[in-house]
Antibody, heavy 115, light 106 residues
Framework: QVHLQESGPALVKPSETLSVTCTVS????????WSWIRQTPEKGLEWIGS???????TYHPSLKSRVTLSVHPSKTQFSLRMTSVTTADTAVYYC?????????WGQGILVTVSS | DIQLTQSPSFLSASVGDRVTITCRAS??????LAWYQQKPGRAPKILIY???SLYIGVPSRFSGSGSGTEFTLTINRLQPEDFATYFC?????????FGPGTKVDI
């Protein structure tokens, strides 16, 4: 079974860029779609976007101007980059394998936006 | 965006009970609905896809039904490990959206 693990800074300053990487093990990053989801107590689960192994991405319209997803097949990693963050972007960020539904999830990483 | 609502938001139950959770979509989504279970501090876990199909390894006491705009998740003979929060997700349209969750507690 595929295993996913998020990594990145736990603390980001307002107006700066949030970067989280997901490392996939136990399976190929090819022929699948990979998603990012975040969760807060206030807004619940929010789908951020998805990317396939060839780098074609779909984004949540409300985040599209600030988010870039990328995939690195040779490293079996994919990444989330979110610019101009505010305290509202404080959340647990999850990566997941999307086979229409989200079948495999990372454990999540809490990213706090604070000065 | 497709809005999903869930009812109830909180459900108090006992081991052995049968519980039913409802998810309603703001517009028809066919059978493009999934259910997830989440325990505190853990990532969600897929239970049901295509409204009524049980994912691999999920106990048969879980079942899903519905189509269009109304869906249900039923847990028969509630077990101690089933006390968790349950979310629905629509996978018919982008952006994908989730319901607000139903917490099943003792």
């Amino acid at each position: 079974q595929v295993h996913l693990q998020e990594s990145g800074p736990a603390l980001v300053k307002p107006s700066e860029t949030l970067s989280v990487t997901c490392t996939v093990s136990g399976g190929s990053i090819n022929t699948h779609q990979w998603s990012w989801i975040r969760q807060t107590p206030e807004k619940g689960l929010e789908w951020i976007g998805s990317i396939n192994d060839s780098g074609s991405a779909t984004y949540h319209p409300s985040l599209k101007s600030r988010v870039t997803l990328s995939v690195h097949p040779s490293k079996t990693q994919f990444s989330l980059r979110m610019t101009s963050v505010t305290t509202a972007d404080t959340a647990v960020y999850y990566c997941a394998r999307q086979q229409l539904v989200l079948t495999d999830w990372g454990q999540g990483i809490l990213v706090t936006v604070s000065s | 965006d497709i809005q999903l609502t869930q009812s109830p938001s909180f459900l108090s139950a006992s081991v052995g009970d049968r519980v039913t959770i409802t998810c309603r979509a703001s517009q028809a989504i066919g059978n493009s609905l999934a259910w997830y279970q989440q325990k505190p501090g853990r990532a969600p876990k897929i239970l049901i896809y295509a409204a009524s199909s049980l994912y691999i390894g999920v106990p048969s006491r879980f079942s899903g039904s519905g189509s269009g705009t109304e869906f249900t998740l039923t847990i028969n003979r509630l077990q101690p490990e089933d006390f968790a929060t349950y979310f629905c997700q629509q996978v018919s349209y982008y952006p994908r959206t989730f319901g607000p969750g139903t917490k099943v507690d003792i």
